[in-house]
Structures are given as structure tokens and as C-alpha cells.
């Protein structure tokens, strides 16, 4: 193994650790819980994987929140997605 897959590796790690906590934010504010919450979390987190980068989290959590009324503009869940990943990625370097 090269040093250069051990960071797709944690790339991917982040990524999916930030999809699922996006969507368990995104989850929180359409009112979910427990395992509804869960579930959805990994819904978004399967999404992903339609296009290359976040843009297809982004536009199912728009379209999620728009069916339920949630009143929270698309350049404001981007910018809640780069929060969490930063986060996530600060996490994974400590404990590297």
C-alpha cells in the first residue's frame, strides 16, 4: 500500500462521514428522528455517489427541505456542507 492510498482512503472516509452528518443536520430540520433520522442520513449519504462531488447532496437536501416547507436557501446548505468537512477533516488529523 502507497502513501497515496491511504489518502483516497481518508478522502472517502471524509466524505462519507460528511454526507452522514449532513444528513443528519439536514434530517434534524425536516423534523426526524431516531432511526427515521438514520435512515435518511444514509439516503443522503447513498446520493453521492449519482455525480462526482456534492452537488447531488446539495440538490436532494433542496429538493427535501422544498417537499417539507423548509424555508433554507441552497448556498447556505453549501456552505453547512464545507463547515462539517472541515470539521471532519480537523477530527481525522488528530486522531492520525
Known sequence: MS???IEVHTDGQV???RNMRLG???G???GLRGEKL???AR???DTDYIVPGPADVIAKIRS????HGVDFPSDLIGLELQRIERQVRS???ATD
Not at 64 to 67: H, Q, T
Open 3 to 5: 502513501f497515496d492510498d
Open 15 to 17: 466524505v462519507a462521514r
Open 24 to 26: 443528519l443536520w439536514a
Open 28 to 30: 434534524m430540520r425536516l
Open 38 to 40: 438514520e435512515d435518511y
Open 43 to 45: 439516503d443522503v449519504m
Open 64 to 67: 427535501d427541505f422544498d417537499k
Open 91 to 93: 477530527e481525522l488529523l
